[in-house]
């Protein structure tokens, strides 16, 4: 006898992969499962969709209850994983989304969710490892070809704090002269009519810039950002 289609519907959850440039490392937001399977081991933030919202609703709600949704600058969906064995005992698909929130706010989490860099993760459980890797790679890959550095970026920055964010989000060097020409060439940046002093090493005061707009926008679609040994910024 045939099981009823009931009994094949396979549980949905929404995860979160939200990442933060945070003391000039890319870290991502972790909290430790507070019940098995993977009793205490740190994974992703989400839960469980509800019957009567979207995805997105569903993430939103479960990251307010560990990030201020306020204070996410980008959230997209970055895939959806339907192993039949990534939930021991059950049948349970997850759709994943990357939340970015801009450097130089510090959202209060509870006790038991911590930022991790995403070079140095403990050990997640689940399948989570790999989504964060996803969501990191979702990010650098955008970084070339858009201008979602807004969602890592103050709302006002010298190219040096920008370079800093990039760098931190590449895990690659990038030259402050080529990322200014090509983010101005795109008019991606825009000054805002101020001068940031010099520092302790002296120089001259650097201008300050605001993205131009912070809604995504695809910039330059054949654009790669290359590490130094792979060539120039085009």
Known sequence: MEKSTTEHRAAHEALGVVLQVREEQLQALLWRRAREPFLAA???PGGRLAPDETLEDSIR???AAKVDVRELSHLEQIETLSDPGRYPGERLVATAYLGLIPAGIDPRVPADTAWH?????PELAFDHFA???AGRERLRAKLSYTNIGFALAPPAF???ELRRLY???LGHDVSATNLQRVLLRRRLLEPIGELRPPGRAGGRPAAVYRFRTRNLEVTDQFAVLRPP???SLK
Not at 117 to 121: E, N, R, S, T
């Open 42 to 44: 740190w994974s992703l």
């Open 61 to 63: 709600r479960h990251l």
């Open 117 to 121: 860099p995403v070079d140095g993760l």
């Open 131 to 133: 989504v964060v890797l």
């Open 158 to 160: 010298t190219i040096a």
């Open 167 to 169: 760098r931190a989000a």
């Open 229 to 231: 040994t792979g060539g």
